[in-house]
């Protein structure tokens, strides 16, 4: 069973910055690609950032040029840098891990506020 566990989260003032961490453990399968989503209160779950085992990388047009994902797959880790935070960035996000199935983290709070 695949877990994915999420570290990073939390309290930053408008034009901070934050990194997300996200730790894959239990995948006996080949990895196709690794991502990041958030849901905001009210709102739909949305993708912010997705980069597969090639190193391709995708964005959503909100956090492009603020927002950087990378990845070491060696050490099955998927990380979010995350720069120049507005309060429209507040959300849960979620650590996601595409193989045959699609796994999900429970989430990291990040709050944008001063």
């Known amino acids: 069973q695949v877990q994915l566990v999420e570290s990073g989260g939390g309290l930053v003032q408008p034009g901070g910055s934050l990194r997300l961490s996200c730790s894959a453990s239990?995948?006996?399968?080949?990895?196709?690609?690794m991502g990041w989503y958030r849901q905001a209160p009210g709102k739909q779950r949305e993708l912010v950032a997705r980069i597969t085992s090639g190193g391709t990388t995708k964005y959503a047009d909100s956090v492009k040029g603020r927002f950087t994902i990378s990845g070491d797959n060696a050490k099955n880790m998927v990380y979010l840098q995350m720069n120049s935070l507005k309060p429209e960035d507040t959300a849960v996000y979620y650590c996601?891990?595409?193989?045959?199935?699609?796994?999900w983290g429970q989430g990291t709070q990040v709050t944008v506020s001063s």
């Open positions: 996601t891990r595409e193989e045959h199935q699609f796994y």
């Open positions: 239990g995948s006996r399968e080949a990895i196709f690609a």
